[in-house]
């Protein structure tokens, strides 16, 4: 399984972005999917996750409310819709999959794209 991810940029805090993560490989249908996302000098955080059947949905107590998580099986693609960006959104946001079982703990999501940077300015 490889992943994409795209649409990370430089906004100014209120605005909004929308990521995107292409799935090649055959099981990102049946397969748990999320995004993470790493800012310098801190650890990885979990920001938010979605069953295969898309019916249910984790998000990080940080991005609730501001955050959407949604996936399109049929093209293999994973979205997370920002709105009301902060300073402190600004990270390397990266998508995962590789688990069924809807988690926070990023030790459960085996492949790993290659991270795209979102950087908010206030």
């Known amino acids: 399984v490889q992943l994409q991810a795209s649409g990370g940029g430089s906004v100014q805090a209120g605005d909004s972005l929308r990521l995107a993560c292409a799935a090649s490989g055959g099981f990102f249908p049946s397969n748990v999917v999320g995004w993470f996302r790493q800012a310098p000098g801190k650890e990885r955080e979990f920001v938010a996750a979605?069953?295969?059947?898309?019916?249910?949905?984790l998000y990080g107590d940080s991005v609730k409310g501001r955050f959407t998580i949604s996936r399109d099986n049929a093209k293999k693609t994973l979205y997370l819709q920002m709105n009301s960006l902060k300073p402190a959104d600004t990270a390397v946001y990266y998508c995962a999959t590789g688990g069924s079982r809807l988690t926070t703990a990023s030790t459960a999501y085996k492949y790993w794209g290659q991270g795209t940077q979102v950087t908010v300015s206030s």
């Open positions: 979605v069953r295969s059947s898309a019916d249910v949905s």
